[in-house]
């Protein structure tokens, strides 16, 4: 089993920071690829950020130029700083990673239980 866990969300007013950590723990073999996805109340969850290994990070248009993705694959975490932020950012923020266990000999995608992040005056 993986176990992804999410910190650092908070209520922050508008134009503020914030940085979000998540570190994967379990049956570890390797990481492909670690992530941040938002779901803000009504809509579906989207893609916010992504790194994977050999490649650029990728970001969605609505947060280019704010936010920042990077990763540590020796200790399995992933950090999202999020700057300048706005009130349509508030959403729960959700890590994944796509993930080949010790166990199960193909890679598979795991998923935090998610952290509050509110944007507001």
């Known amino acids: 089993q993986v176990q992804l866990v999410e910190s650092g969300g908070a209520l922050v007013q508008p134009g503020g920071s914030l940085r979000l950590s998540c570190a994967a723990s379990?049956?570890?073999?390797?990481?492909?690829?670690m992530g941040w996805n938002r779901q803000a109340p009504g809509k579906q969850r989207e893609l916010v950020a992504v790194?994977?290994?050999?490649?650029?990070?990728k970001y969605a248009d609505s947060v280019k130029g704010r936010f920042t993705i990077s990763r540590d694959n020796a200790k399995n975490t992933v950090w999202l700083q999020m700057n300048s932020l706005k009130p349509e950012d508030t959403a729960v923020y959700y890590c994944?990673?796509?993930?080949?266990?010790?166990?199960?000999?193909?890679?598979?995608?795991?998923w935090g239980q998610g952290t509050q992040v509110t944007v507001s005056s």
């Open positions: 790194i994977t290994s050999g490649a650029e990070p």
């Open positions: 379990g049956s570890i073999f390797s990481i492909y690829a």
């Open positions: 994944n990673a796509d993930v080949e266990t010790t166990t199960v000999p193909r890679r598979r995608d795991y």
